[in-house]
């Protein structure tokens, strides 16, 4: 695998990939203006190039005259960090039980088998609902609830995988020769299967910011003031007739972010070939 | 068959229960609800008069067997914004929830067999290209955007279509596309890889060396053959459109369950959250067992799985 250049199909859909990390990264330093001082003298105010703009104001302000753009870059930060954060918990638990269920066969994997069933049988906004409306919106709260609809689909298709590779020769051999369940898992499972589970948590990151942007703009998620692409949506919708920048643009950014991730799924899924995953999986 | 539906039927009170359980847990396990339900400033005997009035006082086991027993018999407790048992609220906005997933998933096949079946016939010409490149956007547009931006443009700049409500079609419209075009994107896409897949197969070339028309090749033997990871989706995705349903109802002020469980959210009306989001999650769990049965009636192999 190493000896293989990347592929076009990958590099090009992480150029943008690459990009917006570094703007979340870099938001305290490179963005004009605080996302969150407002100047109510310049409230609503339209982006450069139309009339009536003001000068230094890209993309425009908000209802309280926050600089849309600052806004924009430090909404990439929060977004990120938690869809980044939901994914690895996710894909690690998932991938955990996953192996272990798959490995050892027996009860866990019946009931993990079932607790699988069950929460595939939820639209995931219900249980975000549930959780959101008793916990109350917060960051962490988000991220759990995210992470918890994520680890599912890897716990499932790791499983499937491990439960085929489990027969195969060398895994006999390994364990004819004494070695335990820790060093098969870890030694020739694990590889074999680390391909998959990259593929999967690329399409999940997409998965997770259209869901975290969702349930902020519910109004279950991100709590203004703090910046973030689907809370600054939900005040957008309600003046979206005075001010069509401000629901422009925070919904061009998770649009072009999803569609540079989701490529560059493909692209991997391409090149890795984990013919285990087909397609992308929905939301 | 009776066998057969037998057991899904089985298997669909398990994950019922199961579903039930999982509502319960989170409802109970990520907070205490008397303290969500009360403003800031109550006192710690009105915290207690209430958790004793919603039974939070009695043991964990006590309070799932309750909920059960709530469950079974359609008892989620009253709403206090309307003053009325929770259940019929969230029951009278069942139709109106169903017609719009209804019309979405409607919209969606309509446009996306073509699409997919077409682009699947004319690999990687302009239409595939232009087909597979709606979809990709599709698929990353989220659903309340998509709204945002068909209410500003197809209401408020060209005024051709109202903006919120239920009634007739013209309310209809808006929504259906903002709920649908998601699940369009990745019918889309299934559908043309599924086609690809049977097209290459020897039965496809065998009916061409008969002399069939290439029409009938593919409405005739291929289409039929990709059908069924096509239906699969279909049926799978339902319950995915009634938790879209949440938000485009939301967006587009429709009477509908999904909103009325996020506005209850709001103003503190657990017993509605509660008795919206186990509706929701019913009705999904009862069309994957209808769907289950349709693959039965189907495809005779499942039946012996």
Known sequence: MSSRSLPWAVVLPAIPVLLAVAIALLAPWIAPHSPTA???????????????????????????????LSRLMWGARISLLIALAATLIGATVGSVVGLVAGFHRGAVDAVLTKVIDVQL???????AIAVVAVAGPSVPVLVIVLAIGAWVGHARIVRGLVLSLRERDYVQAARALGARAPRIIGRHLVPEVLSTIVVLAT????????????????????????????????????????????????????????????????????????????????? | ???????????????????????????????????????????????????RALGLDQPLWAQYLGFLRGAVTGDFGTSFRHQQPALPLV???????????????????????????????????ALDVLAMGFAVVGQATPYFWMGIMLILIVSVE??????????????????????????????????????????????????????????????????????????????LQFGTLLGGAVVTETIFAWPGVGRLAVQSIFVRDYPVVQAGVFVLALTFVFINLVVDLLYGVLDPRIRRE
């Open chain 2, 158 to 235: 060209l005024g051709w279509l109202p903006t919120s409500g239920r009634g007739g079609l013209e309310r209809l419209i808006l929504p259906a596309i903002t709920l649908g075009t998601h699940f369009a994107a990745s019918l889309a896409r299934l559908t043309r890889t599924s086609m690809l897949e049977v097209l290459g197969q020897q039965f496809v070339t065998t009916a061409r060396a008969k002399g069939l028309s290439e029409w009938s090749v593919i409405l005739g033997h291929a289409l039929k053959n990709a059908a069924v990871p096509v239906v699969t989706l279909i049926g």
């Open chain 1, 203 to 283: 399409f999940d990151v997409g998965r997770i910011i259209i869901l975290e942007s969702t349930l902020s703009f519910l109004g279950l998620g991100v709590q203004p003031p703090t910046p973030s692409w689907g809370s600054d949506l939900r005040d957008a919708a309600v003046y979206v007739r005075q001010a069509w920048w401000t629901a422009a643009f925070p919904g061009l950014a998770i649009m072009a972010v999803v569609l540079a991730v989701n490529l560059l799924g493909d692209g991997l899924r391409d090149w890795l070939d984990p013919r285990t995953v087909r397609g992308r999986r929905e939301s």
């Open chain 2, 91 to 125: 029951l009278e906005r069942l139709p109106a929830t169903l017609e719009l997933a209804g019309a979405a998933l409607l919209l969606a096949v309509a446009v996306a067999l073509p699409l997919g079946v077409l682009a699947a016939i004319y690999r990687g010409r």
């Open chain 2, 1 to 51: 068959m009776f066998g057969f539906a037998a057991r899904k039927i089985l298997h669909t009170l398990f994950v019922a229960l199961g579903v039930v359980t999982l509502v319960f847990a989170a409802l109970r396990l990520s907070g205490d609800p008397a303290a969500t339900m009360l403003p800031g400033d109550a006192s710690v005997d009105e915290l207690r008069d209430l958790r």
């Open chain 1, 121 to 127: 049988a939820f639209p995931f906004v219900l249980l």
């Open chain 1, 38 to 68: 407002g100047n109510l003298a310049a409230r609503l105010k339209p982006p450069a190039w139309q009339d009536g703009a003001i000068p230094g104001r890209l993309l425009g302000t908000d209802l309280l005259g926050r600089d849309a």
